[in-house]
């Protein structure tokens, strides 16, 4: 029966009370969720599966509370409140409707707002599986400029609210990862040690994406990595239309397409031209897909604010398919769940990929490249945010911080959110950039309490006195600024986050003067030296600091511990400053400046091998967008000017200094681009410490400033990045593994995310040579033996994917001015051990430096020697193997520990370090002892041993089993709790622990 349009509203608002009624004195549910909530499917039709999603960016266009509340709609019409108001009422309404929902933060951010009726309603609906949780991470993550451990992090905290919350049926199996503008494979990696059965993207490259639909291969097994064999496999499903509906069948109040309108006796009657279009498309899509399974996509940019509206069109498009096409066509409410299991039923054979989705281009003139580099002062922020938090879990453990969990939460999930893939990666417009920085600053200042009052309990050791101390700590030592450090007498408690003994060159910004630096473990003083802050440094705008100088000094850190120093000033005068004019070295390198300004490194051991650095840039290119043609470079793209890379003539000029640590050059390249060239003696890198900006614009011409690293390799047109930080996978110039490349814009279709590290290998001299970075950045390699990096961007035209603004970042009033470090290393590959170590041990000091704390003097009479009772402390009793590293470090639940353990060396990468390695972590602490350990899979939701992720078949006839233990069950006895690590494994464990007394 077809009730009158003007009886409807009456009639939906009284089975929406009637069935909230219901639905609130009924207060449990069976669970039916997960694959036994699915639809039936029939193998012999055309099964229909409609997913009902929103897409609710973690801020883009408008800040997260303003998408959340509906704030500021002429920007952008989104309330994400709504949206859950609305879908919660639409799901209740009619018990055949399903929707899923991705966005972690956006839930909690509602469910706390929610009254206990609500609340039972979304845990039924849940619990019955018509609200499925998909991928369950705080945010969508980007994949290109994340690190896999603040990756780790961000999911593990979605699925702790989520299980907290709503227990095992809001466990997520499935990867939604439909908006980022690329895919890696650390990603794919990642989810399946999540548990996860499969992954689900959107974009595609072009190219990519017509060769898939052409071979039917848009289904595949994802191979996520070579080290951890088919535990790291995913089957993967690139959507046919992006996470649109199809074309006309959008029924949101955003939209403009036409409602279904079956009232015979309208003229705007349209329901068999509507379902014949309907059915052409669905009938298209299902000829580039191998099952008789269709997955359409109905929702998109926070859709579903009024979630009836597309729900009541749904409604009339799944009674009319089925009344005429029902012989053939089984149409119904799904989830990518129920999709996947569908799919799986077939038992078909799948296609494999084994490399990534990089770089991401949506037509001949779009590389998403630009993003790379974009807004690189958020990337640095972010992974000091990174840096912090893990020290902040720590010490949290170490002392028995257990009831600060409310303190480190605000910074876990400020974590998260910056993890979102219009976050980090710099594509959101300028005033959500700014608030993205607040929120991280603000978690940051919880995370330094939680830091502050642990490192204060850790160094008091039951003495009342000390835990009065002030401690602070500076987050602007980038720009060499910091207010406590100008003071003539302090204390430095020097915190090492890793899991390995650490040397490392501590740099402390200072007024003028001569200081005496003492080292309160052994009472000695030790060497330090005076460098000058570079001019263009102390005039980095918004830089309040009165030091000119910094005092240097090397450290010697134990693992997951502190060491103190005292810093005192003696003397007013400063130091004699060394200036040389020829070069400056140590025993691995000479590096000196050449009459073009470029700077020359020669290794001394490998007298075959040089490299030099130089600055470049290119002109944005600008057009009116209309066509692809016309595209310009902006927040996500990177389009070149077709006019050659813009050199920098004139040779500028330098200076050196010498000490007893280190020997600098301060270069000028030109009045906005300047570096320090340092080496320091027993260091085997140098750093490239390059300042850029601001940006001159006043030509009307947008500028992208690149370094090249130029060296003496034969790189066979071969070179490599990291994929998030951990695995390193080939790139081959102009060339793409999965099809055909066809070249349209030579320069950013080579470009590629270096999350940490590219590298270049010459084959026949058994030499490499590696860039580290400290944040991502764009890299490539145009030129055997070349590496370029892009470190900063300022544009004048946006690139019209919708972020509206131009990348034209502005700070105290002026373009931007970004500092920031490349770190060189390289040599002789025929001894794989000696280098790789350095490799890995550099890559991780910079991921999670030494952080200081500053402990002014002046705060207590105690004179320095009365320090020394708590001058060090050692988390871990004993030395880890050099190829193992604590991953996390976190309490948990009711006292728990989070313990994660992972090997860090790929097979085939050291000829002993990539061997498998058993620890006894049961006397590992020195503060706790563990009671009981469970492992469980990576995000910590569920235990290693409940794992039955589904089974895939490959061309090859490989079947994906159930979890392959890679590593055998941890075995447990009187005197150890042994655990056995292969290349590249990560493992997760929940300890027990009884404290120590401190």
């Given at each position: 029966m077809?009730?009158?349009?003007?009886?409807?509203?009456?009639?939906?608002?009284l089975?929406?009370?009637?069935?909230?009624?219901?639905?609130?004195i009924?207060r449990?549910?069976?669970?039916?969720?997960?694959?036994?909530?699915?639809?039936?499917?029939?193998?012999?039709?055309?099964?229909?599966?409609?997913?009902a999603?929103?897409?609710?960016?973690v801020?883009?266009?408008?800040?997260?509370?303003q998408y959340?509340?509906g704030?500021?709609?002429k920007?952008?019409k989104a309330?994400?409140?709504?949206?859950?108001?609305?879908?919660?009422?639409?799901?209740?309404?009619?018990?055949e409707?399903?929707?899923?929902?991705?966005?972690t933060a956006?839930?909690?951010?509602?469910?706390?707002?929610?009254n206990?009726?609500v609340?039972?309603?979304?845990?039924?609906l849940?619990?019955?599986?018509?609200?499925?949780i998909?991928?369950?991470?705080?945010?969508?993550?980007?994949?290109?400029t994340t690190?896999?451990q603040?990756?780790v992090?961000?999911?593990?905290?979605?699925?702790r609210?989520?299980?907290?919350?709503?227990?095992s049926?809001?466990r997520?199996?499935i990867g939604?990862q439909?908006d980022?503008f690329?895919h890696s494979r650390?990603q794919a990696?990642?989810?399946?040690?999540?548990?996860?059965d499969?992954?689900?993207?959107?974009r595609?490259?072009?190219q990519?994406?017509?060769?898939?639909l052409?071979?039917?291969?848009?289904?595949?097994?994802?191979k996520?990595?070579?080290n951890?064999g088919?535990?790291a496999d995913?089957?993967?499903?690139?959507?046919?239309?992006?996470?649109?509906?199809?074309p006309g069948?959008?029924?949101?109040?955003?939209c403009?397409?036409?409602?279904?309108?079956?009232d015979?006796?309208?003229?705007?009657?349209?329901?068999?031209?509507?379902?014949?279009?309907?059915?052409?498309?669905?009938?298209d899509q299902?000829?580039?897909?191998?099952?008789?399974?269709v997955?359409l996509?109905?929702?998109?940019?926070f859709?579903?604010?009024?979630?009836?509206?597309?729900?009541f069109n749904?409604?009339?498009?799944?009674r009319?398919v089925?009344?005429k096409?029902?012989?053939?066509?089984?149409?119904?409410?799904?989830t990518?769940?129920?999709?996947?299991?569908?799919?799986?039923?077939?038992?078909s054979?799948w296609?494999?990929?084994d490399?990534d989705?990089?770089?991401y281009?949506?037509?001949?003139?779009?590389?998403?490249?630009?993003y790379?580099?974009?807004?690189?002062?958020i990337?640095f922020?972010?992974r000091?945010g990174n840096?912090?938090?893990?020290?902040s879990k720590?010490?949290?453990?170490?002392?028995h911080?257990?009831?600060?969990?409310?303190?480190?939460?605000?910074?876990?999930?400020?974590?998260?959110?910056?993890?979102?893939h219009d976050?980090?990666t710099?594509t959101?417009?300028?005033?959500?950039a700014e608030?993205?920085?607040?929120l991280?600053?603000?978690g940051?200042?919880?995370?330094?309490?939680?830091s502050?009052?642990?490192?204060?309990?850790?160094?008091?050791?039951?003495n009342?006195d000390?835990t009065?101390?002030n401690?602070?700590?500076?987050?602007?030592?980038?720009?060499?600024?910091c207010?406590?450090?100008e003071?003539?007498?302090?204390?430095?408690?020097?915190?090492?986050p890793?899991?390995?003994?650490?040397?490392?060159?501590?740099?402390v910004?200072?007024?003028?003067?001569?200081?005496?630096?003492?080292?309160?473990?052994?009472?000695h003083?030790?060497?330090?030296?005076?460098?000058?802050i570079?001019k263009?440094?102390?005039e980095?705008?918004?830089?309040?600091?009165n030091?000119?100088h910094?005092l240097?000094f090397?450290?010697?850190l134990?693992?997951?511990?502190?060491?103190?120093?005292t810093?005192t000033?003696?003397?007013?005068?400063p130091?004699?400053?060394?200036?040389?004019?020829v070069s400056?070295?140590?025993?691995?390198?000479?590096?000196?400046?050449?009459?073009?300004?470029?700077?020359v490194?020669?290794?001394?051991?490998?007298?075959?091998?040089?490299t030099?650095?130089?600055?470049?840039?290119?002109?944005?290119?600008?057009?009116?967008?209309?066509?692809?043609?016309?595209?310009?470079?902006?927040?996500?793209?990177?389009?070149?000017?077709?006019?050659p890379?813009?050199?920098?003539?004139?040779?500028?000029s330098?200076?050196?200094?010498?000490?007893p640590l280190?020997q600098?050059?301060?270069?000028?390249?030109?009045?906005w681009?300047?570096?320090?060239?340092?080496?320091?003696?027993?260091?085997q890198?140098?750093?490239?410490?390059?300042?850029?900006?601001?940006?001159?614009?006043?030509d009307?011409?947008?500028?992208?400033?690149v370094t090249?690293?130029s060296?003496?390799?034969?790189?066979?047109?071969?070179?490599?990045t990291?994929?998030?930080?951990?695995?390193?996978?080939?790139?081959?110039?102009?060339y793409?593994?999965?099809?055909?490349?066809?070249?349209?814009?030579?320069?950013?279709?080579?470009?590629y995310p270096?999350t940490?590290?590219i590298?270049?290998?010459d084959?026949?001299?058994f030499?490499?040579?590696?860039?580290?970075?400290?944040r991502t950045?764009?890299?490539?390699s145009?030129?055997?033996?070349?590496?370029?990096?892009?470190?900063h961007?300022?544009?004048?035209k946006?690139?019209?994917?919708?972020?509206?603004?131009?990348l034209?970042e502005s700070a105290?009033?002026?373009?931007?001015?970004?500092r920031?470090?490349?770190?060189?290393?390289?040599?002789?590959?025929?001894n794989?051990?000696?280098?790789?170590l350095?490799?890995?041990?550099?890559a991780?000091?910079?991921?999670?430096?030494?952080?200081l704390?500053i402990?002014?003097?002046?705060?207590?009479?105690r004179?320095?020697m009365?320090?020394?009772?708590?001058?060090?402390?050692?988390?871990l009793?004993?030395?880890?193997?050099?190829?193992?590293?604590?991953?996390?470090?976190?309490?948990?639940?009711n006292?728990t520990v989070?313990?994660?353990?992972?090997?860090i060396f790929?097979v085939?990468e050291?000829e002993?370090?990539?061997?498998?390695?058993e620890?006894?972590?049961?006397?590992?602490f020195t503060?706790?002892?563990?009671?009981?350990?469970?492992?469980?899979?990576?995000?910590g939701?569920?235990w290693?041993?409940d794992?039955?992720?589904?089974k895939w078949?490959?061309?090859?006839?490989?079947?994906l089993e159930?979890?392959?233990?890679?590593?055998?069950?941890?075995?447990?006895?009187?005197?150890?709790?042994?655990?056995?690590?292969?290349?590249?494994?990560?493992?997760?464990?929940?300890?027990?622990v009884?404290?120590?007394k401190l």
């Amino acid at each position: 029966m077809l009730w009158p349009n003007s009886l409807l509203p009456l009639i939906l608002f009284l089975l929406l009370f009637i069935y909230g009624e219901s639905a609130s004195i009924r207060r449990k549910v069976s669970q039916t969720c997960g694959y036994e909530a699915c639809h039936e499917t029939d193998p012999n039709k055309l099964n229909i599966h409609l997913v009902a999603h929103t897409h609710d960016d973690v801020g883009w266009l408008k800040t997260i509370d303003q998408y959340y509340f509906g704030s500021r709609p002429k920007l952008q019409k989104a309330g994400v409140q709504y949206i859950l108001d609305s879908v919660i009422q639409a799901l209740v309404a009619d018990p055949e409707r399903k929707f899923i929902y991705v966005e972690t933060a956006f839930l909690w951010k509602w469910w706390l707002r929610q009254n206990e009726e609500v609340k039972e309603t979304v845990r039924n609906l849940i619990n019955e599986g018509r609200l499925e949780i998909i991928s369950g991470g705080w945010t969508m993550n980007d994949e290109a400029t994340t690190h896999y451990q603040s990756l780790v992090d961000q999911y593990t905290w979605g699925f702790r609210r989520l299980n907290d919350t709503f227990g095992s049926c809001a466990r997520p199996h499935i990867g939604w990862q439909i908006d980022p503008f690329g895919h890696s494979r650390e990603q794919a990696s990642l989810l399946a040690q999540l548990g996860f059965d499969g992954m689900f993207l959107g974009r595609l490259d072009y190219q990519d994406k017509a060769n898939r639909l052409k071979e039917k291969t848009m289904e595949f097994i994802w191979k996520g990595s070579p080290n951890l064999g088919t535990k790291a496999d995913l089957f993967t499903v690139a959507l046919y239309n992006t996470y649109s509906p199809p074309p006309g069948f959008c029924y949101d109040v955003l939209c403009n397409d036409e409602p279904i309108i079956d009232d015979p006796d309208s003229p705007d009657y349209n329901v068999d031209e509507r379902i014949h279009a309907f059915m052409q498309y669905v009938v298209d899509q299902s000829k580039v897909y191998r099952t008789n399974d269709v997955i359409l996509t109905m929702g998109g940019d926070f859709t579903y604010q009024q979630a009836e509206m597309y729900f009541f069109n749904m409604d009339k498009l799944i009674r009319y398919v089925t009344e005429k096409y029902s012989s053939h066509v089984n149409i119904f409410y799904s989830t990518p769940s129920c999709y996947l299991k569908a799919v799986h039923l077939t038992n078909s054979q799948w296609p494999t990929k084994d490399d990534d989705f990089f770089p991401y281009a949506s037509d001949e003139h779009s590389y998403w490249t630009g993003y790379f580099s974009s807004r690189p002062t958020i990337k640095f922020f972010e992974r000091m945010g990174n840096n912090l938090l893990q020290i902040s879990k720590q010490l949290s453990v170490l002392t028995h911080l257990q009831d600060n969990e409310k303190e480190l939460e605000q910074f876990r999930e400020a974590m998260g959110v910056l993890q979102h893939h219009d976050a980090v990666t710099g594509t959101e417009k300028q005033l959500v950039a700014e608030d993205y920085a607040r929120l991280l600053s603000s978690g940051m200042q919880q995370g330094m309490l939680t830091s502050f009052n642990a490192l204060s309990k850790w160094r008091s050791s039951g003495n009342p006195d000390l835990t009065k101390e002030n401690i602070y700590s500076c987050t602007q030592l980038n720009i060499s600024d910091c207010l406590y450090t100008e003071r003539q007498n302090f204390v430095l408690a020097i915190y090492n986050p890793l899991s390995q003994n650490v040397v490392s060159p501590i740099r402390v910004p200072v007024q003028e003067g001569r200081y005496k630096v003492m080292d309160l473990t052994s009472e000695h003083e030790v060497i330090s030296q005076m460098v000058p802050i570079p001019k263009s440094v102390q005039e980095v705008p918004g830089r309040k600091t009165n030091a000119t100088h910094e005092l240097v000094f090397l450290t010697s850190l134990p693992p997951l511990g502190y060491k103190s120093y005292t810093v005192t000033k003696i003397a007013q005068e400063p130091s004699p400053e060394v200036e040389a004019i020829v070069s400056i070295g140590n025993e691995f390198y000479d590096v000196s400046v050449n009459e073009y300004g470029h700077v020359v490194v020669q290794w001394k051991k490998e007298k075959n091998m040089s490299t030099t650095q130089s600055f470049h840039y290119y002109e944005g290119m600008e057009g009116n967008n209309e066509i692809s043609l016309n595209r310009s470079s902006g927040a996500y793209i990177f389009r070149p000017r077709n006019v050659p890379i813009r050199n920098f003539v004139k040779p500028g000029s330098y200076k050196i200094y010498k000490g007893p640590l280190v020997q600098e050059i301060h270069q000028y390249v030109t009045d906005w681009i300047s570096q320090v060239i340092r080496v320091y003696n027993g260091m085997q890198y140098i750093e490239f410490n390059w300042l850029v900006g601001p940006i001159p614009v006043e030509d009307k011409i947008g500028k992208e400033i690149v370094t090249r690293y130029s060296s003496n390799l034969n790189s066979s047109g071969e070179f490599y990045t990291d994929s998030n930080g951990r695995e390193m996978l080939k790139r081959k110039r102009n060339y793409r593994q999965t099809w055909n490349l066809k070249i349209h814009e030579e320069i950013s279709s080579n470009y590629y995310p270096v999350t940490s590290k590219i590298s270049l290998k010459d084959e026949q001299k058994f030499l490499k040579l590696s860039v580290l970075t400290d944040r991502t950045e764009g890299g490539t390699s145009m030129h055997d033996g070349e590496i370029e990096m892009m470190v900063h961007r300022r544009l004048l035209k946006d690139d019209a994917f919708g972020v509206g603004e131009a990348l034209n970042e502005s700070a105290y009033g002026e373009g931007l001015v970004v500092r920031g470090s490349h770190y060189i290393i390289g040599g002789s590959i025929k001894n794989l051990d000696e280098l790789a170590l350095k490799e890995k041990s550099l890559a991780l000091q910079l991921l999670l430096r030494p952080w200081l704390f500053i402990i002014p003097a002046q705060s207590n009479s105690r004179t320095h020697m009365q320090y020394a009772s708590e001058a060090h402390h050692s988390g871990l009793t004993k030395l880890l193997p050099s190829n193992i590293h604590i991953l996390t470090l976190e309490p948990w639940k009711n006292g728990t520990v989070l313990l994660r353990l992972e090997h860090i060396f790929e097979v085939g990468e050291s000829e002993t370090l990539s061997k498998p390695v058993e620890i006894n972590i049961q006397d590992l602490f020195t503060t706790f002892t563990i009671v009981s350990i469970k492992e469980t899979t990576l995000g910590g939701n569920q235990w290693y041993n409940d794992l039955n992720r589904l089974k895939w078949r490959s061309e090859t006839n490989e079947v994906l089993e159930k979890e392959e233990n890679i590593s055998q069950p941890v075995e447990i006895n009187s005197s150890a709790i042994n655990v056995l690590l292969t290349p590249m494994e990560i493992r997760t464990f929940i300890l027990t622990v009884t404290p120590k007394k401190l």
